[in-house]
């Protein structure tokens, strides 16, 4: 079972960046997926789910309104769209697939992180 993530980058405070999570090895359907971002010195945190089959998303509050998550159940990949970026978003991105949950220790599998870099 393999997540890649991918789309990370630098971008200006304002811009705009779509992370993707590219799962392989079984479907996920049943699975909650998420994407977490780390701060260096920070612990890992929820930034958004999505429920795989019912397509519900569930959102932190500091990303409302900013970041969009969805999926494509025909390329097995989850997309984190996020815009109005800030400098405190700057962290290493990763998804997850999991059980469903705002902690980190409920899930299984994770990709490898994408750097996400927004200047001022």
Known sequence: ???QASGGGLVQAGGSLRLSCAASGRTFSGYFMGWFRQAPGKEREF???IN???GST???DSVKGR???SRDNAKNTVYLQMNSLKPEDTAVYYCAAGLGSSAPGAYSYWGQG???TVSS
Do not use: P
């Open 67 to 69: 970041f969009t998550i």
């Open 52 to 54: 795989w089959s019912a």
């Open 47 to 49: 930034v958004a789910g």
């Open 58 to 60: 569930y959102y932190a």
């Open 1 to 3: 079972v393999q997540l």
């Open 114 to 116: 994408t750097q996400v």
